[in-house]
């Protein structure tokens, strides 16, 4: 498998970058590279490789993580050990047979995934099937490992965020142990596992599978998640342009949407975009599910449009004179409307509504996002758009509302979090405002959680503060049921992990397996 | 003080500009997310040509092919073919493999 030392990773978004010792491209191939014979030998060919890896990390006694897309842009990623670049295992299976699922379990809802696969990917497998994912993130690039292990949402106030779709993962812990993790309920076969997991330990157990899905690679190697999916629908979506003032009275409580007498009768999806410069147009969007009628992928259509470099260049002149950012934000609104045309009804299925997975540099760029009690937003927002003006922020703000996630450390924890977000370019202007709003809003006494994939200042006392000792306390228990000794836990902690307080040892030292 | 700031702003301007045009296969052809950047050099208006990306094992890709390919330029580039009147012509390539087609179980 392609091995690269000293080798200089950067995310997607460009604002994290670091140097690992070993870099690994994991491939589902044979040991001397030739493609295995059958399909149950691909599938467990990756997840031999992956093994290799983790040898060779024990031996020399070196750290392991694992990537995906990379968009992540919080640290998460880092180490200085050996990375693992699983984008390669994507093999997909979508519904599985009578034999492979346990008696009265309609295999035909399930999918199972290697950790590399794309949502993009498996979209268009379970398309295939007639079948879609409850809910995805706004595009389709991200790992599907990756997107779930970060808590990845859409703002499906009905249905919660990516992991909870996922009901089995696949954790490879070392050569030779490794856990097929399910809730309460078995979902798949002893054959299953004789096949895809030959020689895991079984696991059912809700406190642990809800702790390992968000669980930003710390609690092993992630090979493949088993997600169950929904017979294919269509999401009709109706875009319009509201003043802030007419908005903020839904903000809080998207359940009242009825009164903005849009097309959409039975609303799935609600997001709100914000320029905090031009409060006169916000980009108000809102989905229904619909039955589902056979679509062609769409096309764009190429035309001239600005590069990604523009985001760069924004980010450097709002570095040095802070001062333009908000005659630069009333400049782009135009752009911004561009990219939001206002429009009545548009349908498609939803692997064709949330897009753009392409690995092309998006231009370096920031975001944090911050989640709260949809009951608290419009008090947020009060203290958040009047900052904008005392404390320039060269990005925009969007609202989204997404329903409690079942997973432990889930940043959507409240019945109905409002998910606000402040994409921005990679500007020191982006990191002040950050700054700024984290204080805003503890001085404001509200309470809120940041997502684990974007920017934050998550630290081992405001970890416990947002999530409580009992919860946090909960999933480091179930990482130390799945990394039974002190040597794993090692193996896959980092700085990040350290900084949150979420490494703790065990007590007692287990056997080295 | 607003000439320096201006400065700044131009220098900053000059060395973060570039342009780039890029070329990205259909949704059905999944990028590995490797995305190699290399720096490629024509000489003597272009009667040297950097060979170093043809049929490459990099560019073979386990056999799957390279699915984005973008070429980008910035202004030293430019200043620097200008300064040798065309005769040093770099330019910055990315690209990133294709992965696996999928398979289904049955198709073995």
Redo the contacts between chains.
């Keep these: 498998m392609p091995v690269t030392n000293n080798y200089q990773w950067t995310n997607l978004h460009e604002n994290i970058n670091f140097t690992v010792e070993q870099y690994h491209v994991v491939l589902n191939r044979n040991p001397n590279g030739t493609p295995p014979s059958n399909y149950i030998d691909k599938w467990n060919s990756g997840l031999n490789n992956i093994r290799a890896v983790i040898r060779s990390a024990l031996t020399n006694h070196k750290k392991v993580r694992a990537v995906g897309g990379g968009w992540s842009l919080s640290d998460i990623q880092q180490t200085n050990g050996y990375l693992i670049n699983t984008n390669a295992l994507n093999m997909i299976e979508p519904g599985l047979s009578a034999a492979n699922v346990e008696a009265g379990i309609d295999g035909t809802k399930y999918c199972l995934a290697q950790c590399g696969a794309s949502v993009m990917e498996i979209n268009t497998q379970l398309l295939q099937s007639n079948l879609a994912l409850s809910t995805s993130g706004a595009s389709d690039g991200q790992s599907i490992v990756g997107a779930i292990s970060t808590g990845t949402h859409g703002s499906s106030f009905t249905f919660g965020s990516m992991p909870d779709f996922v009901e089995g993962i696949h954790i490879v812990v070392s050569d030779i142990l490794h856990y097929w993790v399910e809730g309460n309920n078995r979902v798949v076969s002893d054959a299953f596992i004789n096949d895809y997991a030959t020689g895991a330990t079984r696991i059912n157990d809700d406190s642990i599978l809800n702790a390992a899905i968000v669980s930003f690679g710390c609690f092993g190697v992630i090979f493949a998640v088993l997600i169950k999916a929904e017979p294919i629908y269509a999401l009709k979506r109706c875009q319009k342009y509201f003043p802030w003032t007419t908005i903020q009275n839904y903000v809080s409580d998207p359940s009242n949407l009825g009164n903005l007498n849009l097309p959409i009768a039975n609303p799935y999806y609600f997001s709100v975009l914000v320029n905090p410069y031009k409060l006169d147009n916000t980009v108000v969007t809102v989905m229904e599910k619909v039955g589902y009628t056979a679509q062609m992928p769409p096309t764009s259509n190429p035309t001239f449009g600005p590069s990604n470099d523009v985001l760069h260049v924004i980010g450097k002149v709002s570095s040095i004179i802070p001062g333009t950012i908000p005659t630069i934000m009333k400049w782009l609104d135009k752009l911004i409307r561009k990219q939001y045309p206002e429009y009545n009804q548009i349908i498609s299925i939803p692997g064709f509504t949330f897009m753009d997975g392409t690995s092309v540099a998006k231009g370096k760029a920031l975001s944090v996002e911050i989640g709260i009690d949809a009951s608290q937003a419009l008090i947020a927002a009060n203290i958040i758009i009047p900052l904008c003006t005392t404390i320039p922020f060269p990005g925009i703000i969007t609202f989204r509302y997404v329903k409690k996630s079942k997973a432990t450390l889930a940043f959507t924890k409240y019945p109905v979090t409002c998910a606000i977000e402040f994409p921005a370019p990679f500007s020191n202007a982006t990191s002040h405002f950050y700054s700024a709003l984290y204080a805003a809003l503890d001085l404001a006494g509200i309470e809120y959680t940041l997502h684990w994939g974007q920017c934050n200042n998550l630290n081992s006392v405001n970890v416990r503060t947002k999530y409580t000792n009992a919860v946090v306390d909960s999933w480091i228990a179930a990482r130390q049921t799945i990394l039974t000794t002190n040597q794993f836990q090692s193996l896959y902690s980092n700085d990040f992990l350290h900084r949150v307080g979420l490494d703790t040892l065990s007590a007692v030292v287990g056997p080295i397996v | 003080m607003s000439r320096n ?1 201006l400065f ?2 131009i220098c ?2 000059f060395l ?5 045009t ?1 070329v ?1 296969m ?3 052809v ?6 190699q950047k290399r720096t490629s050099w024509s000489f003597l208006w272009g009667a040297i040509q950097d060979k170093r990306f043809e049929n490459t094992e990099f560019t073979n890709c ?1 056999g799957n092919g390279l699915s ?1 390919v ?1 070429v980008k330029t910035n202004a030293a580039f430019v200043l620097l073919n200008v300064i040798s009147l065309g005769t040093v012509m770099p330019i910055r390539l ?1 690209f ?1 493999c294709a ?2 087609a ?4 049955s ?2």
């Excluded at chain 2, 999944?30 to 995305?35: E, F, G, L, S, Y």
Aim: glycine residues 0%.
């Design positions: 700031l700044s702003v900053s301007l973060t500009a570039c342009s780039s890029t990205i259909p949704r059905n999944a990028q590995m997310h490797d995305v386990e984005m973008s990315s990133d992965k696996d999928q398979l289904t179980p198709d073995h």
